[in-house]
């Protein structure tokens, strides 16, 4: 198909809470993007840093809004999606650096395939001191397609993307480019996750139609202390969450299965994790979601656990504080 000559707009939009320390380095590296058509937004969520002046020194090139803190990235992204006027959209987080292709690569794949509901980019993570391989490398079923392709884009059908997404899941919030249509009818983020909220977007999306997977690096993914994928607990109530809700979302039987077996299984590590800081009410509530087990990794696991719980409860066996 032959591509059109003239550039969609592109938008990009940025939640932003006290994000003084990087947020110049990932402005200044969209705004060195390729692709000219861009808009860019920064939505602050109740910054009480520099956050407000350090994006109005990008003005215009940047448009700034500010709303009360809500405590998680979904609502500063829908805000954002509310003014966005872009064909096609990108949430990108405020510590991530955007390679230079990475939005035209995009926009070609949705000229070459109009039926694609999201063109998702690869990526790796860094530190202050090292860079990782890139992420796709870390998926094997990915990596397999990517290679039979010859490292060229592929195609992943609805039913097979979301399949590869439950197993692996390949891709996060900074890499997919949308075509904002499909965004705008699912209402966006799902504001009641503090977590997992991106995956349970694309997973929605992915129910719409095919997606595009790009093999080439678009983004770098900054690791530091502050990343909220630095709370376990947290991080593992929400992925709970977001499956449980995608079971009653999933239109193909296989799929609903395997959503719900993860769920029960995320449910016992969960329970573990509980157990080792002390919060031992919540780890038993877990039981009646739970109950029965339905092979035998399961059974040992609610014996071991089960005991765990009691021991700590009688004050017989310590609890393990994590370090």
Same mark, same amino acid.
């Given at each position: ?48 840093? /520099? ?11 940047? @448009? ?12 500063? !992204? ?42 998702? *980019? ?9 860079? *990782? ?15 039979? /392709? ?7 059908? *609805? ?15 900074? *890499?997919?480019?949308?075509?904002? /249509? ?38 770098? !993914? ?6 909220? /994928?630095?709370?376990?607990? !947290? ?28 769920? @029960?299984?995320?449910? @016992? ?47 017989? @066996? ?6």
């Amino acid at each position: 198909m032959a591509r059109s000559t003239e550039q969609p707009l592109v938008t990009v939009i940025i939640p932003a809470f006290n994000a003084e320390q990087y947020l110049d380095d990932t402005l200044r590296s969209i705004e060195a993007q390729t692709y000219a058509n861009i808009e860019i937004i920064v939505v602050d969520d109740g910054s009480t840093d /520099s956050t407000a002046e350090l994006v109005q020194a990008h003005a215009p090139r940047v @448009r700034y809004i500010h709303q009360p803190n809500s405590g998680s990235c979904a609502a500063p !992204r829908n805000n954002g999606l509310k003014h966005a006027q872009g064909e096609f959209v990108t949430f990108f987080d405020a510590d991530d650096i955007m390679l230079p292709e990475k939005i035209a690569q995009q926009v070609r794949q949705f000229q070459d395939h109009p039926d694609a509901v999201a063109v998702i *980019s690869n990526y790796r993570n860094f530190t202050d001191t090292e860079t *990782s391989v890139d992420h796709f490398a870390t998926c094997p079923t990915i990596t397999a397609r990517l290679a039979d /392709s010859g490292q060229q884009a592929i195609t992943l059908p *609805s039913t097979e993307c979301r399949r590869i997404l439950i197993d692996e899941n390949f891709t996060i919030a900074s *890499s997919p480019l949308f075509r904002r /249509s499909v965004v705008d009818a699912e209402q966006g983020f799902d504001v009641s996750l503090r977590a997992c909220e991106d995956f349970h977007l694309i997973y929605r999306v992915a129910l719409k139609g095919p997606l595009v997977v790009v093999p080439d690096v678009g983004f770098e !993914r900054r690791l530091h202390d502050l990343n909220m /994928s630095g709370d376990p607990e !947290r991080m593992m109530f929400n992925f709970i969450r977001s499956r449980a809700s995608l079971v009653h979302l999933e239109t193909t039987p296989e799929l609903q299965d395997t959503l719900a077996d993860l769920v @029960r299984h995320m449910k @016992r590590e969960f329970q573990t994790l509980l157990i080792r800081k002390g919060k031992l009410r919540e780890a038993f509530g877990l039981f009646s979601q739970t109950l029965p087990p339905t092979s035998r990794r399961e059974l040992k696991h609610d014996v071991f656990q089960g005991t765990k719980l009691c021991l700590t409860a009688l004050g017989l @066996r310590k609890v393990e504080w994590p370090s």
